[in-house]
């Protein structure tokens, strides 16, 4: 695997349901971030992780619960959502946050809809 | 407040060239990135601008004037492939990334 990867890459739920999303970066980075993407809309920014540790919160919803067990790997844990939270939800890596060079890369992103 | 301006939608016959602007009002600046997006699929970093002028990277070149708060992203030789959306973003003082609304780029043949 290279590269970001995230699972699953499609997801429907109900509002009463709890649900993972999973990101797996492979590039030997420090920084991982979620952001969120609705259709016409810019990146929403939710979550910023360097190394391992939460380093920006976008005043995000506490429905969305984030996980940084390491430097490789991210979790955004979701419980009692509602249809607006349906949205493309973008992992991304960079080598260090904080640096104008800093170029992220993303995943594919996990399509989440929300009954 | 932050804003990032470019035009949401822009249609080009292939073969030839399009130009997609981006204009932004940023709390600082420390570097404008262009990303590709392809439907359903991860963007992809195309180019980085911190200092003004004209960077070139094959068929896609990418221009900045600080003073002018603008961008743009130029490519050339249009291929079907280029069909896609184009994000601008600028990095602001606080190293966080401020992202426009895209710019979904058709190709015609």
């Known amino acids: 695997e290279t590269g970001v990867t995230q699972t699953p890459r499609h997801l429907v739920m109900g509002m009463t349901n709890k649900k993972s999303l999973k990101c797996e970066q492979h590039?030997?980075?420090?920084?991982m971030y979620w952001y969120k993407q609705s259709a016409k809309k810019p990146l929403e920014l939710m979550f910023v992780?360097?190394?391992?540790?939460?380093?920006e919160n976008n005043s995000v919803p506490s429905r969305f619960s984030p996980e940084c067990p390491n430097s490789s790997h991210l979790f955004l844990h979701l419980h009692t959502l509602q249809p607006e939270d349906s949205a493309l939800y973008l992992c991304?890596?960079?080598?260090?946050?904080?640096?104008?060079?800093?170029?992220?890369?993303f995943g594919p992103g996990t399509r989440l809809t929300v009954l | 407040g932050q804003n990032i301006d470019q035009p949401t939608e822009m249609t080009a016959t292939e073969g030839a060239i399009v130009q997609i602007n981006c204009t932004y009002q940023?709390?600082?600046?420390?570097?404008l990135f262009w990303y590709q997006q392809h439907a359903g699929e991860a963007p992809t970093f195309l180019s980085y601008?911190?200092l003004d002028g004209l960077e070139e990277k094959g068929r896609f070149s990418s221009f900045l004037s600080r003073s002018k708060g603008y961008s743009y992203l130029l490519l050339k030789e249009l291929q079907m492939k280029d069909s896609a959306s184009y994000l601008c973003?600028?990095?602001?003082?606080?190293?966080?990334?401020?992202w426009g609304a895209g710019t979904k780029l058709i190709i015609k043949p």
């Open positions: 940023t709390s600082g600046f420390n570097g």
């Open positions: 991304a890596s960079s080598q260090v946050a904080g640096q104008g060079t800093d170029t992220q890369y």
């Open positions: 992780y360097s190394l391992e540790e939460r380093v």
């Open positions: 590039l030997g980075h420090n920084a």
């Open positions: 973003a600028v990095m602001d003082s606080n190293y966080q990334l401020i």
């Open positions: 601008n911190v």
